[in-house]
């Protein structure tokens, strides 16, 4: 935009220029043929009192110094066909000055002045003068040099005022670009300062209205979150004792350790939804203990559904930047589908290693497979809330890392997440 409005207003003052300095740069150059006219034609003149009244030999004398102070060639033609003065040709302006009609004529030496000189008892004389081109357009091109210095200057002048102009439009709208990149990133405190014309400062104050407005929206969101979430704890509590009043101390243990878990996430879910905030380091966990507990977890079901787990895990610790909770949602939501979308007595594999620049984590299975291109957000084929896998998915992606999923070597399916190191 700020270059479209320099070139705009360039544009304009050059046709401006254009259209005064060329008339000017003409009328330039016509003064100065009319000015070495005028002092070749009162050159001659001065000479027509001697012309008209003095004898041959005065008229050379007078003729010869006139011209050389003058340095103009000067010519004079008497009646009787004598000529004084520089050779020149008698030329058809020569002529009708005999007849009594003084003129300049255009040559092709340049301009022709030519005077009749009349009361002399011969008859009627003529004096004749030449301008040539040089002295014609004397000062011309010094004028016209002038004049494209003085245009330039005056296009930069215009340039310089148009940038500046300029850069009070696109400054603001600059920064009205700014806050809203950093909305998008969530910065949902930034906010833009009114600035520039009235029409960008009223964009510049719907756009903190509409910040403002979202931050409302959210705030209301994650109470209702909270609320929703809160309300579990009373069938969590239920749920609690029906697990204490259970005969068999393992199974009792076992349903308290799911209910604590359960418990946790809906903790850490009301927090997350009421106390967004940055944390104060970079977000990390260590993936090797995460995976093992969370693998532990699950290896009591897959005991009680006749599930043969194979564990291929590093050694520790694997740090991940990921926070601790988000990767621990993430295996579970992993191991979680395999309970889910495969029968009883299914085998499944985790591995868990380490790349070059991150962690590798696998999770395959030989039961039925799962066709590609299902992890999207709310769409399940098999009945499901669609959400496992789209939150292992933006784990990854918080990480810099990917989800990818794919078909096992058994034929089953493979989920591989990929988590990148923690930032700095």
Do not use: C, K, Y
Not at 194 to 203: M, N, Q, T, Y
Not at 238 to 262: I, K
Not at 350 to 368: H, M, Y
Request: proline residues 6%.
């Amino acid at each position: 935009m700020r270059a479209r409005l320099t070139l705009l207003v360039a544009a304009v003052s050059v046709l401006t220029l254009v259209a005064f300095l060329v008339p000017l740069a003409l009328l330039v150059r016509t003064v100065a043929a009319d000015r070495a006219t005028v002092r070749a034609t009162a050159d001659a003149q001065s000479l027509v009192t001697v012309v008209g009244t003095a004898d041959v030999a005065t008229i050379r004398l007078t003729v010869e110094q006139l011209a050389t102070e003058s340095e103009r060639p000067l010519t004079v033609f008497l009646p009787d066909g004598t000529v004084l003065g520089a050779p020149a040709p008698r030329t058809a302006a020569v002529a009708l000055a005999e007849r009594g009609q003084s003129l300049t004529a255009e040559s092709g030496r340049g301009r022709e002045v030519v005077i009749a000189v009349q009361g002399r008892p011969d008859g009627t004389g003529v004096i004749r003068t030449e301008v040539p081109p040089a002295e014609l357009t004397a000062g011309v091109t010094r004028s016209w040099l002038a004049l494209a210095l003085l245009g330039v200057l005056l296009v930069l002048i215009g340039l310089a005022v148009a940038d500046r102009l300029a850069r009070t439009l696109v400054r603001p709208i600059g920064e009205l670009s700014a806050v809203s990149h950093r909305l998008a990133n969530a910065e949902l405190d930034a906010r833009v300062t009114p600035a520039g014309p009235p029409e960008l400062r009223e964009v510049a104050g719907a756009l903190n209205h509409l910040a403002g407005r979202i931050q409302v929206l959210l705030v209301q969101e994650r109470e209702e979150v909270a609320d929703l979430s809160h309300r579990l704890r009373t069938p969590l509590t239920a749920l609690r004792l029906e697990a204490e009043s259970l005969r068999d101390p393992e199974d009792a243990a076992r349903v308290t350790a799911a209910v604590d878990g359960l418990e946790r996430a809906v903790t850490g879910l009301i927090r997350q939804a009421r106390w967004r905030v940055p944390t104060a380091g970079a977000a990390s966990a260590d993936a090797a203990a995460v995976v093992a507990e969370r693998v532990a977890f699950w290896s009591v079901l897959a005991e009680d559904t006749g599930r043969a787990v194979t564990l291929d895990l590093a050694p520790g610790p694997l740090p991940v930047g990921v926070p601790a909770d988000e990767l621990a949602a993430a295996v579970d939501a992993l191991l979680g589908n395999v309970f889910a979308h495969t029968p009883d007595g299914t085998a499944f594999a985790v591995r868990l290693v380490a790349e070059a620049d991150r962690v590798a984590l696998t999770v395959a299975d030989e039961g039925p497979g799962m066709p590609p291109g299902t992890i999207d957000r709310g769409a399940s084929t098999a009945g499901s809330t669609g959400l496992g896998l789209d939150i292992a998915r933006r784990a990854a992606q918080a990480s810099g890392g990917r989800l990818v999923l794919r078909a096992a070597p058994s034929g089953g399916a493979e989920v591989r997440l990929e988590l990148g190191p923690p930032r700095s």
